[in-house]
């Protein structure tokens, strides 16, 4: 019988983008020689960047041949490596050159030699296929999470794409879900700290899982061979899978135009325009709707301790509070940080709420709080001194003609600070809208990676609990902060009158590195006139 040599296709694998401010990364080691044979997805090689240490993925199955060395520093774009057809298809019979051969194994009557990992089924079905589910890479600061609850128990049987455990990185909780159809096998365990890459359960299946496969199996898997499928059709990438999830779109619907025929976070974003059918809305909303009936995790127990006992109580850190801890010590340490004060005569503002307040929510659906009167003034002010809504990047200065302002939210889990993307070509309603539904997400922990990074200028308000008086931190890496307070009747000088009025302090940090005592100054005065004559805001005065 003679053998013919299968046409080899080589794929090229390039730097990837990891951040609008990195230019050029470090390889610092090769998880995969030259020569070996990788599976797709596989980490092949470790990268570094100023910023974080992440992996890079073989996008394809296949023959690994290393272009650049350890220790290269290589600009984004640039070619480290290229994966060829081969290995252990490397050469073909005769008989089967014309077909080529699937990678998803295609269950068929005749017993098959079990791979390597795998147990053996006892009756006579498919052998018990184990996959891997790993930390997958969420972001490019990030290089750890925190398990925070299993979703599902081991030894459940799950669905492809069904949420099975719930991570925590130090910005955001996300879901982790089932990549194929099985049963689960847990590895890792609640609170545990996991780098990214890490192993946190298997999955194992005999191809009836369930109930869920019926007895055409055999027929399907016979048919995706047939079309030349490999396990990665159909399968969307995490970022993928969690647009689909919150538009209620199926994955089974869609078609994968990534390596492999994955479902990649462009196709979902286009599968979201597909659903601006209001029936289709209106079945996707009934299926958002559905994580928040899931059982809450169980808080913490609280032991009291008997009177007159001297006990202490020990708490593991969570990943976000130990981050915020870190930068909020990084930033008092390397900025010039000051404060200045003024105070705000919100009787205005109150005027004008209680006046239209009603009518505002019949007609767009929203309340008219205080933060969309804040942001819009703080807009307006950074038009006129756009340092203080600047920002340092080595020895430039880089000012925005944007304002993506922050909102520093307090969600269960810590303070996050999602962000109002240009805020100054909202409207005020607009503005509620967006604040109400960033503060939802914050509530029920679903709040993602793109809603909290970015940012050119933060708002926070400490009024909401009390607070009369403070000096916040500014939000790194922008140069200032604006920190609202509670609102309390005091009695002022008005046009040589002692009156009562509902006033408000607020307070400006700023870095004084890049922003002068006039600009901020200036600045928050600037803000203060606007508050106190809102008809400004409208006439852009």
Not at 42 to 54: G, M, P, Q, R, Y
Not at 164 to 193: R, V
Not at 205 to 229: D, L, P
Not at 507 to 534: N, T
């Amino acid at each position: 019988m003679r053998l013919y040599k299968k046409q080899t296709m080589s794929l090229t694998i390039k730097v990837p983008p990891v951040g609008e401010s990195i230019t050029e990364v470090t390889l610092s080691s090769w998880k995969k020689k030259d020569g070996d044979e990788v599976k797709m997805d596989e980490v092949i090689a470790e990268l570094e960047s100023d910023k974080a240490t992440f992996e890079l993925t073989a996008e394809k199955a296949g023959i690994l041949k290393i272009a650049a060395k350890e220790g290269d520093t290589l600009p984004i774009g640039a070619i480290v490596a290229t994966i060829e057809d081969g290995g252990s298809n490397g050469a073909v019979t005769k008989e089967s050159a014309p077909t080529a051969q699937p990678q998803r194994a295609v269950v068929s009557n005749a017993p098959a030699p079990a791979p390597a990992g795998s147990v053996p089924a006892s009756n006579g079905s498919a052998p018990i296929a184990s996959l891997q589910v790993k930390v997958p890479t969420v972001g490019e600061s990030i290089t750890e999470v925190t398990l925070s609850r299993w979703i599902k128990k081991d030894g459940d049987a799950v669905a492809m794409d069904e949420a099975i455990a719930e991570l925590e990185s130090d910005k955001a909780t996300f879901e982790l879900t089932a990549e194929k159809a099985g049963i689960l096998k847990i590895i890792a365990k609640e609170g545990d700290t996991l780098p990214i890459g890490a192993v946190v359960c298997t999955i194992e299946g005999t191809g009836k899982v369930a109930g869920e496969r019926s007895s055409s199996t055999k027929e399907t898997a016979t048919a995706s061979a047939a079309t030349n499928s490999t396990y990665a059709s159909g399968t969307p990438s995490p970022a993928a899978a969690k647009i689909l999830a919150e538009k209620g779109v199926d994955a089974n619907a869609l078609s994968g135009t990534g390596v492999g025929g994955r479902i990649t976070k462009e196709d979902a974003l286009l599968a979201e325009k597909v659903s601006e059918n209001p029936q289709i809305n209106k079945a996707a909303q009934s299926q958002i709707a559905e994580p928040a009936a899931k059982p809450a995790a169980p808080a913490p127990k609280v032991e009291t301790a008997a009177p007159g006992s001297r006990t202490d109580r020990r708490e593991k850190m969570s990943s976000l509070r130990k981050t915020v801890a870190k930068r909020l010590v990084a930033v008092k340490n390397e900025t010039a940080m000051l404060t200045t004060f003024n105070e705000v005569d919100m009787a205005p503002i109150m005027e004008l709420r209680t006046k239209y307040k009603d009518k505002f929510k019949e007609k767009h659906g929203v309340g008219l709080g205080f933060m969309s009167f804040f942001t819009k003034a703080v807009c307006e002010a950074l038009k006129e001194w756009p340092a203080v809504g600047a920002r340092i990047e080595g020895e430039e200065v880089v000012y925005s003609n944007f304002a993506d302002i922050s909102i520093a939210v307090s969600a269960p889990k810590g303070l996050v600070v999602p962000v109002i993307r240009n805020a100054e070509s909202l409207s005020l309603a607009g503005i509620e809208k967006a604040v109400a539904a960033l503060a939802v997400k914050a509530r029920d922990n679903k709040l993602t990676l793109e809603e909290m990074t970015g940012g050119t200028f933060t708002i926070t308000n400490g009024g909401v609990f009390g607070s009369m008086m403070s000096t916040p931190i500014i939000n790194s890496p922008q140069s200032a902060i604006l920190g609202m307070h509670n609102i309390i009747e005091r009695p002022v000088a008005v046009n040589g009158q002692v009156v009562i009025r509902p006033m408000m302090y607020v307070a400006l940090s700023y870095d004084h590195r890049i922003i002068d005592g006039r600009e901020s100054v200036s600045f928050l005065v600037r803000v203060k006139q606007l508050l106190e004559d809102p008809t400004r805001l409208l006439l852009g005065v």
